[in-house]
């Protein structure tokens, strides 16, 4: 089945510590996005893609990286630079020209 | 002002009840228009997208007012399994493959028995 896929589901991150959130998509879609959804809040757009070696940073992309070497893939990178970064990661990829947006099932990232 | 504003809620209705979720959106030039459904914990999921001419799916209806930048959903004969956070989301087509999507902040409804 074609979906979108994220890993791990839960996350734990020392102080400090740069942590990877995996994004995997097999639908052949061009654009990927990541957003942060803090509790009680709506989606913020960190970084999105929209083709293979190319990115652009959202709306916070402060304390956060991201690469795009294979269209399937697009993983986002957390870094110690990002000061709260306890929240609710969801990974998105559309077809061009304003189509839905399907996600995947989130990452739950806690720093301990 | 953010691109893409709903109602803050929550709201909470008995079943039966008919409510209606409003958003207006920033941009002139966006192009299409959703509305996703997210469940507590869980990944938002397309309930439906709106057009201009309107679109109705059983007990949901959209509706969209480009004029006014405007977009509503309402909901006839809630259910309790209508209790969800509901996302208005709007895109604009920028060019090949490249798509802005703006997310509301959602509107919290709770359908009590």
């Known amino acids: 089945d074609g979906g979108i896929t994220q890993s791990p589901k839960y996350l734990f991150r020392k102080e400090g510590q740069n942590v990877t959130l995996s994004c995997e998509q097999n639908l052949n879609h061009d654009a990927m996005y990541w957003y942060r959804q803090d509790p009680g809040q709506g989606l913020r757009l960190i970084y999105y893609?929209?083709?293979?070696?190319?990115?652009q940073k959202g709306d916070i992309a402060e304390g956060y990286s991201v690469s795009r070497e294979k269209k399937e893939s697009f993983p986002l990178t957390v870094t110690s630079a990002q000061k709260n970064p306890t929240a609710f990661y969801l990974c998105a990829s559309t077809t061009g020209g304003g189509t839905e947006a399907f996600f995947g099932q989130g990452t739950r990232l806690t720093v301990v | 002002r953010k691109e893409v504003e709903q109602d803050p809620g929550p709201f909470n209705v008995p079943e039966g009840a008919t409510v209606a979720f409003n958003c207006t959106y920033s941009?002139?030039?966006?192009?299409?228009f959703f509305w996703y459904r997210q469940d507590c914990r869980k990944e938002p999921k397309l309930l439906m997208s709106?057009?201009?001419s309107g679109n109705e799916d059983g007990r949901f209806t959209a509706q969209l007012n480009r004029a006014s930048q405007y977009i509503s959903l309402l909901i006839r004969d809630s259910k309790l399994s209508d209790s969800a956070t509901y996302l208005c989301?709007?895109?604009?087509?920028?060019?090949?493959?490249?798509?802005?999507?703006?997310f509301g902040a959602g509107t919290r409804l709770t359908v009590k028995p």
């Open positions: 709106v057009y201009s």
């Open positions: 989301v709007v895109n604009r087509f920028l060019w090949y493959n490249n798509n802005d999507m703006r």
């Open positions: 893609s929209q083709i293979v070696n190319d990115f």
């Open positions: 941009n002139s030039a966006s192009q299409s």
